[in-house]
RNA sequence: GUGCCCGUAGCUCAGUGGAUAGAGCGUUGGCCUGCGGAGCCAAAGGCCGGAGGUUCGAAUCCUCUCGGGCACGCCA
């Protein structure tokens, strides 16, 4: 990445500069490269100068931190003049307190136009993770229901997370827990046992006291019945709840393996905790617990003894019952992860389950890894502002509801745009809008735009063939208006690789569409300041040339911050028939 | 009571210890013979909840405090 150049850079003169005792002979404290707010202060700016100042006054030696910027400054000019592959730097200077501004050269940066479109799809990609294997567990909501907004946050995090750690050149796979068991799944089977009973003209049929209901169950009690459920009625009441539920439970679960498919959310693997106990797996976790001496028999039950690495109790994981609690699956299917050769395990949990950070980690520890091995992803709550009853469940709105009101690419946008801790506030009445207001569809459109110009140009004869070689260099004499603008597209399209980074590194997806946004932006201005095609306007073949491989850049940038986004990268747009108002006056 | 998250523009929110705190929406005012106006330009709008502290430098880190949300089972 160009960002590891100029660190580099800096590291290789301070280097220099220690070796002949023109700075203060400490050892380099950690300094950032990063990239300047105000564009007037170049493309990267380091503190390089301030945090080795400071070291030295702890380290007892008085340093103005502006001198020691110039003296750093001086150097890497020299540095950048000496090595080649330091050639895309233009200008260094110091500013303020200390700060040491690069700024690149302009020929270089349309030179990396050459390279996005060379790389295509697979520009924006790194080699952070180095092919570490990781297990992203995400949703995992019980297949009681459809899936939700309040749980289908962790969707779009999760599978948006996923895309961009494999930019980032991990290993990953996405992972889906079915919690098929126990007694949630009892309770479902009453509830559908009711309904099933009502379609079938029952007139006694017995609502349970709690359970599952809203108009969904009756039409799975309506699809069960088109099957062979109604021999179900006829079994034993010690079984008949769990059969039932267990049957219910797979038609839930293909209804939200289909709302995941529509939505674009990718999974490797959907693990069934039920299997855990046929497999032995649940068995041969307790065991290994209990032979490593991390349980402890209390009241009849059998305690995991979570509190000796930080937890604030130890938990119980087989019940005085017998029973093993739903926490001794929790352990056997993370000792399941490790076996399968996961370095790291991301799980991606609700706001309700923040208590649940504590112990796992802490079992993370007992099955012999880190607790930093285990990463638990916390989102913060969603509310959906301009849909007030859903039409599945009735008092909470589902993930196809939303699918249905603005579709999968809109609907991914929206989830993406906030920080995962905080709330998310849902306005659907902004999602609804098909114009320019719509910040996802703007992303969409720049990319479509592009694909419009191409689109033209073909029908004026002008073949790629044309300007695949157009020499970019060209563009540096354009009207500094019109060059400006080029060049902040090129600069946009270049962070791609420092986004995909920050994503990984810091496991925050909202990242991509704020980039997405800026992208865009700078694609629209370029757009509209740089004539192309245009009829009219007076632009030279070279510069035509050169603008439609720019053009393909922006291209290619912009389908793969969709594509990191899971939405559709669209060639043009179409306006949808405006959809019905969901609390329509009557 | 204990723990976690949040508090930044009218609204919803970005912001990696750095320079003049940003975006989208909303508001106001401009720009339509031309590559798709689903666009562009501009303006107004902020004691970054409050008080201390650390630091050359704090919206960011620490302590306290005030508001809002959530969680704390031999439930799943």
Known sequence: MIRDTIHDIIARAVAALREQDEVPNVELPAFDVERPQATAHGDYATNVAMKLAAAAKSAGQKVNPRALGETIAARMR?????????????????????????????????????????????????????????????????????????????????????????????????????????????????????????????????????????????????????????????????????????????????????????????????????????SGELAAAIEEMRAAGYTEERDGALWLTTTRFGDDKDRVIVRSSGEPTYFASDV??????????????????????????????????????????????????????GMRMGKRLGNVVTLDDLYDEVGPDVTRFFFLMRSSDTNLDFDLDLARKQTDENPGLSVQYAHARAAGVFRKAAEQG????????????????????????????????????????????????????????????????????????KTGADVTREVRDARLRLLRAAQAGLARTLTLLGMSAPERMERAEPSEPAHAPA
């Open 78 to 278: 020299e540095t950048v003049a000496l090595v080649p592959a330091y050639d895309l730097v233009e200008s260094v200077e110091v500013a303020g307190p200390g700060f040491i501004n690069i700024r690149l050269k302009s020929a270089w940066l349309l030179e990396q136009v050459g390279r996005v479109v060379a790389e295509g799809n697979s520009f924006g990609t790194i080699t952070l993770g180095r092919g570490r294997r990781v297990n992203l567990e995400f949703v995992s909501a019980n297949p009681t229901g459809p899936v939700t907004v309040a749980n289908g946050r962790g969707a779009f995090i999760g599978d948006a997370l996923g895309s961009a750690m494999r930019a980032a050149g991990f290993d990953v796979t996405q992972e889906y827990y079915f919690n098929d068991s126990g007694a949630q799944i009892e309770k479902l089977g009453r509830s559908l046992e009711y309904y099933l009973r009502l379609a079938r003209g029952e007139a006694d049929a017995q609502k349970p006291e709690e359970g599952y209901f809203g108009p969904y169950y009756e039409t799975v009690a309506a699809r069960m019945l088109e099957g062979d459920a109604g021999a179900l009625l006829t079994l034993a009441d010690d079984e008949r709840a769990a059969e039932i539920g267990q049957a219910a439970a797979a038609l839930i679960m293909s209804d939200i393996k289909e709302t995941m498919a529509k939505l674009r959310i990718e999974f490797d693997v959907f693990f069934k905790q039920a299997s855990l106990e046929p």
């Open 332 to 385: 056997a299917y993370m000792r399941n992860k490790f076996h399968r050769g996961f370095d790291r395990l991301i799980l991606v949990l609700g706001p309700d389950h923040h208590g649940y950070i504590a112990r796992l980690k802490a079992v993370a520890r007992m099955l012999g890894h880190a607790a930093d091995d285990l990463h638990v992803l916390l989102y913060q709550l969603v509310t959906v502002k």
């Open 462 to 533: 002008i073949a790629e063939s044309d300007w695949a070689g157009a020499d970019l260099g060209m563009l540096a004499g354009d009207p500094p208006e019109q060059r400006e603008r080029e060049l902040a597209l090129v600069r946009q399209l270049l962070r791609l690789e420092e986004i995909v980074e920050r994503v990984a590194v810091a496991l925050e997806p909202h990242h991509l569409t704020r980039y997405g946004m800026d992208l865009a932006d700078a694609f629209h201005l370029f757009y509209d300041t740089c004539p192309i095609l």
